[in-house]
């Protein structure tokens, strides 16, 4: 949905809005920025920025974050394997 804003809201221009987007206080968000669904918005979004996720952040960002999340679980017995070949206790930290 596209919804033409009002200049004193602290909104400009017109801007794509997709459900559930939650925002705090009052915020300013630029001209033709893009804000996915269901998005945080915690403070100002600048103009033609396309931010995401919940605190919502650069969209860029956020989508790398996220396809970083199903690589976790491997990574985790990578590094607990590599404790163990060094002798590293899971949870010591060397000083």
């Given at each position: 949905?596209?919804?033409?804003t ?6 400009r ?6 459900a559930?987007?939650n925002?705090?206080g009052?915020l ?10 269901k ?6 979004v600048?103009?033609?920025?396309e931010?995401g ?5 650069e ?11 199903t690589r976790?679980?491997?990574?985790f ?7 163990r070949?060094l ?9």
């Amino acid at each position: 949905m596209t919804v033409k804003t009002d200049l004193e809201a602290g909104l400009r221009g017109v801007l794509p809005i997709t459900a559930g987007i939650n925002a705090a206080g009052h915020l300013t968000i630029g001209d033709d920025a893009h804000i996915a669904a269901k998005s945080g918005i915690h403070g100002d979004v600048p103009a033609r920025a396309e931010y995401g996720g919940y605190p919502a952040i650069e969209a860029r960002l956020w989508r790398r974050a996220m396809a970083s999340l199903t690589r976790l679980p491997d990574v985790f017995r990578r590094v607990r394997r590599v404790e163990r070949a060094l002798g590293l206790a899971a949870g010591d930290d060397e000083e």
